[in-house]
């Protein structure tokens, strides 16, 4: 077994826990949906992290396929940007809906400065740890003009953490949706 298939296999698993967790937050609310009150920002937010979980995973065999070795040391920010990827899913959708009911929007508005931090955490992981393997011996200014994507993202949310105007997070989700399946469609054509 090589070492990408062996790293995948783990990966693997906390991809297949974040997209379990995510359909069973969902089929949850379905069963329960006239105690809910729905909201487009939270189901928006489910769908683009579902894409995140299936496009890290389909990109870590990219990550590893060449690799003939690697340490322990050198899989832990790997094993700590999905874990973080596992947390942020989980928070996107409740677990359980109350007696009472819910609702989607005020669940999301609680939990965003939780979610956003999250993704802040993975960002920076993703450019600084696992981007620089990407760009071995650019400049400084280089490899931060190449992750200016991620970068821009990553300011966003941060602001989004600390601000609740509700047309900013709209605004951002409605932006990131159309991104992430533009950075998702060259994947469906390989």
Known sequence: ???????????????????????????????ARKRVEWDWLSLALAFVMLLEVVLFWWGSYQWY????????????????LFLMLFLAVAAVLPDEVPAEGLSLRRHYFDTAP?????????????????????APGASPVGFL???????????VMTVLIF????????????????????ITFPFLLR
């Open 145 to 155: 003009l190449s992750q200016w994507p991620n970068l821009a993202l990553g300011a």
């Open 1 to 31: 077994m090589s070492l990408a298939e062996y790293i995948s296999i783990f990966l693997a698993i906390i991809v297949g826990l974040a997209v379990t967790d995510l359909a069973i937050s969902f089929h949850r609310l379905l069963r």
């Open 114 to 134: 939780h979610f956003w931090m999250l993704m802040v955490l993975t960002t920076i992981t993703l450019v600084f740890v696992l981007g620089s393997r990407h």
């Open 65 to 80: 396929r060449t690799a003939a070795t690697m340490s322990i040391g050198g899989f832990l920010p790997d094993l700590a």
């Open 163 to 182: 601000v609740k105007r509700p047309w900013l997070h709209r605004g951002f989700v409605a932006l990131l949706v159309p991104y992430t399946l533009w």
